[in-house]
């Protein structure tokens, strides 16, 4: 069977949401929650999600990045790059999903801050 399961009920906008806007939220009130808490010390910080990191013919490393952090310098940001397959690749529900989003972001805020990221967010479980 081809086609939409569901008929749409405003006509070129699905039903359901894609798996891409799922994790968009997901990373949006993870990251909107912590930046808010910490902002008088991050300062500007501007937040991305991208499908995938773009690794150099001669990486070496083995395993692919889940995020990005380049450290603003003058007037500009520093930037929080997520990359949403990687990421998804690891996890199997939404809960894990969750729990790997709020991880990874916790703990380059808390490189970013120089603290430990348990000092972060409550929720942070460095296991």
């Known amino acids: 069977m081809r086609g939409p399961a569901v008929a749409p009920t405003v006509p070129g906008r699905p039903e359901r949401r ?5 994790f968009d939220d997901l990373a949006l009130g993870i990251v909107t929650e912590i930046d808010q808490r910490w902002q008088d010390r991050l300062g ?3 937040y991305a999600v991208e499908d995938t990191p773009q690794i150099p013919d001669d990486w070496t490393s083995g395993t692919v990045p889940l ?9 500009t940001p ?3 790059v997520l990359f949403r397959r990687p990421i998804e690749h ?8 969750e729990a ?18 348990e000092d972060v ?7």
């Open 18 to 22: 894609t798996g891409r806007e799922r």
């Open 44 to 46: 500007l910080v501007e």
């Open 67 to 75: 995020s990005s952090l380049v450290r603003g310098t003058g007037a």
């Open 78 to 80: 520093t930037r929080l």
């Open 90 to 97: 690891r996890c199997e529900t939404r809960t894990d999903l």
């Open 100 to 117: 790997m989003l709020l991880t990874i972001v916790v703990e380059q805020i808390a490189e970013l801050l120089g603290i430990d990221a």
């Open 121 to 127: 967010d409550p929720r942070y479980e460095s296991d």
